[in-house]
């Protein structure tokens, strides 16, 4: 929950715990003889003056520095991982889902006025200040301007059609503004992939036309095999991805290497600004290393001993493998409740190029009978040995906005009901193999298409494939790239698309109820009127389905109230809508997530909830805190 109290706590005046109250500052032994060669100030000249002091957490204890925590990618966009790992924000959540300061001092907010004020001597990783310059260079010079921005700053800084007031008062303090509530701003800072409303301008400004000579910058650009001086800013400007390894950072690792590789080295930010309740400067862990590898292989070198954290590219099918490594290679495997809300989740696409199955998506009596001919608890057996929870794709019972009718409400097991909801319609006609024909004399066939890594997912269409025989509708699984999945569901071509539910089953009321409106293109049961949504009407369709425009609008109620209660309200009509509705049909929740640790890495909680979004991966549980107790790695 948002509170004035935890948005505006100024991290120095914490109590510190009785072991810590000889509160001395500590240098990383990995830094102490660049201090002591110049070529590092001290940590207390590095520091803010206002550091932030991690608050104690039950069952984290006081770390010791050193060693290299080892992990796989499959490929090295998959370094963005890190960056939500690393989990370093303007405000984030914490283990309560409470929204708190991170990289600024303070936060002082009416709902309409976001008044930010940063550390006062902060810095980024090439020590260069960290102040409102960065925010004002990223407003005037990148989201304003056309050559970067075509489009525009983000979308979450519009509301009602209005850009905000954005106001520097000092280096320090800077303020953005509407003259309605913007309830998506703090959760967009907070998200895994955070909104960024701040660049590093002195590392930048040389790769912008306004500050560098436009010839120098157009033969960099030739040379990198870039169109325009734009194109290298932007490619260059990768605070997300970490591609990019001259690029400033202010989280709590650095990437050291120039890309191509198929091994990268992260190493501690020396001007991290947070620092434990003994006075050790986080994080406790050195280096971070990722190897390139197939996604097959991941398995195979966790049983190896070959890394000492590693839960991305796991699954519940990996789990004997793994079991049969950690005696000899010293590491455990967690199991941590996975917060999807399914994890096989259908997606009717009500807005396909088809005309037939657009008409057929469309009708509740269709999607309801779908629902009713899954045997969820063969699912469950059969993939998640029984420890699912069988449930619509909807919120989990963590969550506090909770209710038993949005997990039950046509998820039954009912083969007759399902079939009197089709014959409703008036799919009677059935071809020589007892599949039902569409009007235009097709096979009601469903094509459903899945991403092809997702070898889980299409374990479930197989046995889904077998249910949906018994009412008459056959299916057929097209594995797919999942770049190319997204953009034939984008273009309307995709009739059906198997994927996880709810990317956040455990949401507070005011966290952003954006996956159960059609406001974004990347939900695979209305992209066209996402697209609609997100280009303010310049492409994809305008919503024409009832229910579909009640829930846009609930979705704007909630964009524009500061109203905690009433954002409450508003969660649990469209929770009710999407569950009567099924526009998205679920299967089962609560799978787990295996997640391989070294044995001798310490702080890492024994059993938490793991998701993408609101937990940021494991960001949230404070990667900066593990350290390595015993020997290192």
Known sequence: MITRRALCLIALALTLPAEATEFRLREAPMLTERVAKGQLPPLNQRLPRTMLIVDPVEEKTIGTYGGEMRSLAVRARDLRYLSANGYTRLVGYNEKLELVPDLVESLETDGRSFTFTLREGHRWSNGEPFTTDDFRYWWDDVANNKDLSPAGPPDTLIVDGQLPRVTFIDERRVRFAWEKPNPRFLPALAAPRPLAIFSPSAYLKKFHAKYTDRKQLDALAQKAKLKSWATLHNRLDDPYEQGN?????????????????????????????????????????????????????????????????????????????????????????????????????????????????????????????????????????????????????????????????????????????????????????????GFRLLPDGRTAEIIVEVDGEASDVIDALQLISEFWTDIGIKLFVKPQDRTILRQRAYAGQTVMVASPGLDNAIPTAQMPPSELAPVRQDHYSWSKWGQFTETQGKSGEKPDLKEAQELASLYQRWSQTADTDEQERIWNQMLTINADQQFTIGTVTGQLQPIVIARNLKNVPKRAVFSWEPTSLMGIYRLDQFYYGGDTK
């Open 245 to 433: 390894r001259e690029m400033p950072v202010l989280g709590p690792w650095v990437n050291t290497t120039e890309q191509p590789a198929t091994r990268f080295i992260f190493e501690r930010n020396p001007y991290y600004h947070r620092v434990d309740w003994a006075g050790q400067q986080l994080p406790y862990i050195d280096r971070v290393v990722i190897d390139i590898s197939a996604a097959g292989l991941f398995a195979a070198k966790a049983n190896a001993g070959d890394v000492d954290l590693l839960m991305r590219g796991l699954s519940m099918a990996d789990v004997p493998v793994l079991k049969q490594g950690e005696k000899d290679h010293a590491y455990t495997t967690l199991l941590w409740p996975d917060a999807r809300g399914s994890a096989y989740a259908l997606y009717p696409n009500l807005t396909t190029n088809d005309p037939e199955w657009r008409k057929l998506n469309r009708d509740v009596r269709f999607r309801r009978a779908l629902s009713l001919g899954l045997d969820r608890r063969i699912i469950n057996n059969a993939l998640l040995f029984g420890l699912g929870i069988e449930s619509n794709n909807t919120v989990m019972p963590e969550s506090a906005l909770y209710q038993d009718r949005f997990r039950y409400t046509w998820m039954r097991h009912d083969i007759s009901e399902a079939n009197r909801l089709l014959d409703d319609i008036g799919l009677v006609k059935r071809d020589a193999l």
